[in-house]
């Protein structure tokens, strides 16, 4: 974000490198600021003078810098070394955030991603936070408690030997209109237009009347707030006094006012309720009529917005409580947590069968990470994985879990965001992007599937979120564990060269593994079997028991009749005219569509290369499928 300079402000001669060069003081602090600017211009951070008085900076929070001929908001990476023959210019202001933006260990990972991946360093910080945080900086005037007596004696100097000036008329009208509360200065009214009323609020700020700050306004990920309104003893007494049918002193209270004050003394003095809801039921003129006459007093508060606020805990438990690990599963454990408690950065790998036990292993040793009062970051490639885990986590621990992913709505992602920030949550559950969650701390990372690729972000920065979490695991010194039932190659490699430790998990702690038969069609085919379905399956499905309620589920990953329409004179493959995939044909509507590009085309009765009416349709799809086993199992639904 940039913004323009006043005209009162300084800006940079021509041809001067943004943000390198100005008058600087031997001895200040140097810090890294990574600007959020488009352009080539915001492709590496720059180098700024903390000056003395905003000393008090610390790395992750917002400033306001001078680059090139414009302000820009930029956010403090950390400390820096000084350039041979630069001077850094120095930070204009602060900007108020509620503090850092992000913690030093998520500075350092930040730091990492812009230099591995090659990417903006502004732009991996906004990725960092929520939607739309750094879309709203505003310059924000404020009156100052006790201001009215400041502003009373006038902001201009008196005359040596005459009275006190009288305040400027157009400053009071300024300082009349902060009344209400603090408001942006683009809504502040004044005769002289935007650089007068910027020298008039300075005026006022030179004398402690008002406060001008830049701040970065929530927009649509800001805190949700809502009214909550309660009796104050006055209000007590009045409803007392109408429930033994007297009237209470002063105006008369109209019906609704009194079946307002009776439902409040019926809550008790100390049970607030939510105004919206309580007006929806006594009418919207109530409640300011009653605070009016102060029986009854309002307060504001923050409404949280949680994903998992509607989803019960012990939907889906875990390991039922009286059975034990597998041996297997114990050596597992045992290992994750040693590696917890010596803080060994050193990557796991969990190579377990499918139903293996993974993940009773990744709870045992989050549970062994919360006792030692670190919190926990699990990786899933996809949304559909996020929620099940999460069910299992609380049902099994008593953990605060977030929950991080694309699918939230901005307002959750960001309450969800701050929360982490705040150290309110133990666990944190996500696709790739938890991996960029404000964590202060780390005691274990678990990676769930890792040989997926739905990690590697398409977007940048075009990180891939598990080579990221094993940089977090290093920066934060903490345990990370990469599970899966088929590791990616690359990982299978690390472990046979020594670079991680593998922990195999080779059986299923339940249950008969699965009888896996495979057929050769060909044997078939020459036995005069020309279906899809193998004599095996089609001996299998007939002998299903659907009164016992026995099901099939019948796999195939090609949609259509047929995936080939091949001539058998010449060879050629009706393709796709823009893409050059061959179409598959769809008998239900009688075409040929392209699965990649969805462009659809009727059947060619001739062959377009050679002119043969000698088409085969070869191959096979889900509609063929559907169609042979109609007809060879009529019972079947």
């Given at each position: ?25 031997a ?17 590496r ?50 900007i108020?955030?509620?503090g ?18 090659l ?45 006190a ?14 009344e209400?509360?603090?408001?942006p ?31 970065l ?45 009776a439902?409040l ?18 009418g ?17 508060r ?15 438990g ?22 917890i ?14 139903g ?18 670190r919190p ?6 996809e ?6 885990l ?12 977030a ?23 133990d666990?944190?559950?996500?696709t ?14 678990i990676v ?21 979490a ?31 430790d ?5 059986s ?13 069609l060909?044997?078939?085919l ?38 080939v ?60 499928v ?12």
């Amino acid at each position: 974000m940039t913004l323009e300079l006043p005209p009162d402000a300084p800006g940079e001669a021509p041809g001067d490198a943004p943000g390198d060069v100005a008058g600087a003081a031997a001895g200040d602090r140097l810090v890294a600021v990574a600007i959020d600017a488009a352009g080539a211009g915001g492709g590496r951070p720059y180098t700024y003078r903390v000056p003395e008085s905003l000393a008090d900076l610390e790395d992750g929070e917002a400033v306001l810098v001078e680059f090139g001929r414009r302000q820009a908001l930029g956010v403090i990476l950390g400390p820096t070394e000084p350039v041979a023959g630069v001077v850094a210019k120095p930070i204009v202001d602060r900007i108020r955030a509620d503090g850092p933006l992000l913690p030093p260990l998520a500075l350092g990972l930040a730091t990492w991603i812009a230099d591995h991946y090659l990417a903006p360093p502004g732009l991996v910080v906004r990725s960092m936070l929520p939607p739309g945080l750094l879309e709203r900086l505003e310059l924000v005037a404020e009156r100052v408690p006790g201001g009215d007596d400041v502003f009373a004696t006038g902001s201009a100097p008196a005359a040596p030997s005459g009275p006190a000036a009288m305040p400027d008329p157009v400053e009071a009208d300024l300082f009349a209109q902060l009344e209400a509360g603090a408001r942006p200065v683009r809504e502040l009214a004044a005769p002289d237009g935007r650089a007068g009323l910027l020298r008039r609020l300075r005026a006022l700020a030179a004398d402690g009347a008002v406060t001008l700050d830049w701040t970065l306004l929530g927009a649509s990920g800001g805190p949700r707030h809502e009214r909550w309104i309660s009796l104050t003893d006055a209000g007590a007494t009045a409803a007392a006094v109408l429930a033994a049918g007297e009237r209470p002193p002063g105006r008369p209270l109209g019906p609704r006012q009194v079946a307002a004050l009776a439902d409040l003394a019926a809550l008790g003095a100390g049970s607030p309720v939510q105004a919206t809801a309580f007006a929806s039921t006594h009418g919207t003129a109530t409640i300011p009529g009653l605070a009016r006459r102060g029986l009854i007093a309002s307060e504001v508060r923050v409404r949280p917005r949680r994903p998992l606020a509607s989803r019960p805990v012990g939907v889906r438990g875990g390991r039922p409580p009286a059975t034990d690990l597998s041996p297997e599963q114990a050596v597992a454990v045992a290992r994750v947590v040693d590696a917890i408690e010596r803080r060994d950065p050193r990557p796991l790998l969990l190579d377990g069968v499918t139903g293996g036990g993974k993940t009773a292993v990744y709870v045992e040793a989050i549970a062994a990470a919360l006792a030692l009062g670190r919190p926990a970051l699990v990786l899933v490639p996809e949304i559909a994985l996020a929620l099940p885990l999460v069910d299992r986590l609380r049902a099994d621990l008593d953990a605060r879990v977030a929950l991080v992913h694309s699918g939230l709505a901005d307002g959750e992602r960001a309450d969800e965001w701050r929360r982490i920030r705040a150290g309110d949550v133990d666990i944190v559950v996500g696709t790739r992007l938890a991996v960029l969650a404000p964590l202060a701390e780390v005691g274990l990372i678990i990676v769930d599937e890792e040989h997926d690729p739905a990690y590697k972000s398409d977007r940048t920065p075009r990180l891939q979120a598990r080579d990221t979490a094993e940089r977090l695991a290093t920066l934060a010194g903490a345990p990370i564990v990469l599970g899966s039932a088929t590791p990616a190659v690359d990982t299978v490699g690390r472990a046979r060269d020594g670079r991680l430790d593998r922990i195999a998990l080779p059986s299923r702690p339940v249950g008969a593994a699965p009888i896996v038969q495979v057929v050769d069609l060909r044997v078939e085919l020459a036995e005069g079997n020309r279906g899809l379905l193998s004599r095996p399956l089609d001996e299998a499905l007939d002998r299903l028991d659907t009164a016992a309620g026995e099901q099939a589920i019948l796999v195939l990953n090609r949609r259509g009749t047929a995936s080939v329409v091949l001539c058998r004179d010449c060879g050629h493959v009706q393709a796709c005219a823009d893409c050059e995939r061959p179409l598959v044909y769809h008998q239900a509507g009688g075409t040929l569509r392209c699965h990649h590009c969805g462009r659809a085309t009727p059947p060619a009765t001739r062959c377009p290369s050679c002119g043969s009416p000698r088409i085969r349709y070869l191959g096979g799809g889900t509609e063929r499928v559907e169609r042979e086993v109609r007809a060879s199992h009529p019972r079947l639904r």
